[in-house]
């Protein structure tokens, strides 16, 4: 700790927010606080269906149930902060604070993409190879790719972290942001960043491009062995796979847009930081249970269940 005072005189970060009206602040607030219920009732709620309901325990509902978590943990982050930061006329983050936020943030964040890599493989099993389908995507291969996806997001984060807590800070501390995002953190470091400002761009932009291109090729592979065999069964398929690709997008665009391109003069694109860490958490759980016959009745399931209990008592 005290190397770190020796080496940045700075010990807080100003936070610009999203707007300087109290009306609009107060606004936001409102908004931003129903959201985040949502997203913790929404996700919540598939993380409990799959676990207790048996028509649900298949490596897909799996994966949908470990990305909710993964959701949960993200918009967690830092939304709490943000949604108090309204309320305040000063926004201030501490120095851990926002390295914390910034850790936590991008190792949920890698983990997730890790996650919907698992979750299109296992969808191209299924799709492609549905023969062989229990026997490729068995107990041991499902532990194997979530501990993978932990794995992952503890490596990205920390390869950018580790070279983030010894920048030295001795000057300006403004972030004309709501949460410490990092890009422009390492912009107020009153030293040179340009090699750090690669490894983000490579870690965090570049390698969502690189996913979300992959993720592509293998939807489309798939979505052309669906249109080889029409049928009832390829048309579940298919509507399955749409809420795939559709959180996909949801998830690496944005990211790209933030990462690939961070250090060009400009500031980060608010709206695509709300987009990205509050939005997309709220619509993959609407997205998967209403595109989803399955998981629509499983939840009808689990809220008689709790409401024939409850007249029972």
């Known amino acids: 700790m005290d190397l770190l005072n020796n080496r940045s005189s700075v010990s807080e970060f100003i936070l ?5 009206s109290q009306e609009t602040q107060i606004l936001f607030f409102a908004i931003f606080f129903l959201v985040y219920v949502a997203i913790i009732v929404g996700n919540l709620l598939i993380v409990i269906s799959v676990i207790v ?14 990305l909710s978590f ?21 926004k201030t983050i501490s120095w851990w604070g926002c390295m914390t936020q910034m850790f936590f ?15 299109a493989v296992d969808r191209y099993v299924a799709i492609c190879k549905p ?37 030295p800070f001795c000057g300006p501390n403004v972030l004309d ?18 090699i750090l400002e690669l490894l983000v761009i490579v870690n965090s932009g570049l390698l969502s ?25 390829s048309s579940k398929a298919l509507s399955t796979l749409s809420a795939h690709i559709t959180v996909v997008t949801l998830f690496f665009g944005p990211a790209i847009f933030i990462y690939a391109f961070p250090f060009n003069g400009y500031s980060v694109d608010k709206f695509l930081s709300v ?32 409401i024939g209990a409850g007249l029972t008592h």
């Open 177 to 194: 942001s709501f949460f410490c995002d990092l890009p422009l953190v390492i912009k107020l470091a009153c030293t040179e960043t340009y």
């Open 70 to 90: 993964f959701d949960l943990c993200l918009s967690s982050a830092a939304t709490p902060k943000v949604i108090s930061d309204f309320l305040r006329k000063h």
């Open 16 to 20: 610009v927010g999203l707007s300087t």
């Open 131 to 167: 023969l062989h389908y229990k026997t490729i995507m068995s107990h041991r291969v499902l532990t194997g790719f979530l501990l993978l996806s932990w794995v992952i997001g503890l490596i990205h984060t920390t390869s950018q972290m580790v070279f983030t807590v010894g920048l």
């Open 105 to 119: 943030m991008h190792f949920f964040g890698g983990g997730e993409m890790s996650l919907l890599i698992a979750m």
């Open 275 to 306: 987009f990205y860490s509050i939005i997309t958490p709220l619509l993959n759980p609407i997205i998967y249970t209403l595109r989803n016959q399955e998981m629509k009745a499983a939840i009808k399931r689990l809220s008689k269940h709790h």
């Open 53 to 66: 309901d048996n028509h649900l325990h298949s490596p897909m509902y799996f994966f949908l149930a470990n």
């Open 209 to 233: 491009l690189l996913c979300f291109i992959l993720l592509l090729i293998s939807y489309v592979v798939m979505l052309v062995t669906i249109w080889k065999h029409s049928s009832s069964a």
